[in-house]
């Protein structure tokens, strides 16, 4: 795999901080840092790599990639800078909970308290609601992002 910055990087920054697509994106209390597009050996497309910082984690800020195809599925996230608690919100760089994440083309996640049912539903790490809450909204601005790149992924 080889990722390429994507070639309307600019564009798309100015974009994503202008109107409707940066109120939506605050009201997840995300920043979207850096939007790469992926790519195989061939040049084929495989999706983005998004690094987005949410600010309201237990520990201050959090700053993680999150990896979108296309199409909107998630294939996965990975931390790049987490601060929270020993034992409760650092369980979030656990694989049971990044695992929830994965492999999912929802609109967006939401975090339960109770077993998650639907797709959409992850299941927050006990004790460390607000570090829950903060990755479910960093994951939910880079999909707000990569949907508004690609049009809906249409």
């Not at 994440?101 to 607000?130: M, P």
Request: proline share 1%; charged share 25%.
């Amino acid at each position: 795999v080889s990722f390429d910055s994507v070639a309307a990087d600019k564009y798309i920054k100015e974009q994503i901080n202008k109107n409707e697509t940066e109120k939506t994106i605050k009201s997840y209390n995300a920043t979207i840092d850096e939007v790469i597009k992926a790519k195989d050996k061939s040049g084929n497309d495989l999706g983005y790599i998004i690094t987005v910082t949410d600010n309201e984690a237990y520990g201050g800020s959090l700053q993680m990639t999150v990896g979108i195809k296309d199409d909107g599925t998630v294939m996965g996230i990975s931390f790049l800078s987490l601060s929270e608690t020993p034992g409760l919100g650092m369980k979030a760089k656990d694989d049971d909970f990044m695992s929830q994440f994965s492999n999912k083309k929802v609109d967006f996640f939401k975090y339960t308290k109770s077993e998650a049912k639907a797709d959409n539903e992850i299941n927050a790490i006990s004790s460390a609601t607000i570090t829950s809450n903060a990755v479910t909204h960093g994951v939910n601005g880079a999909i707000y992002c990569v949907d508004f790149i690609t049009g809906g992924g249409k």
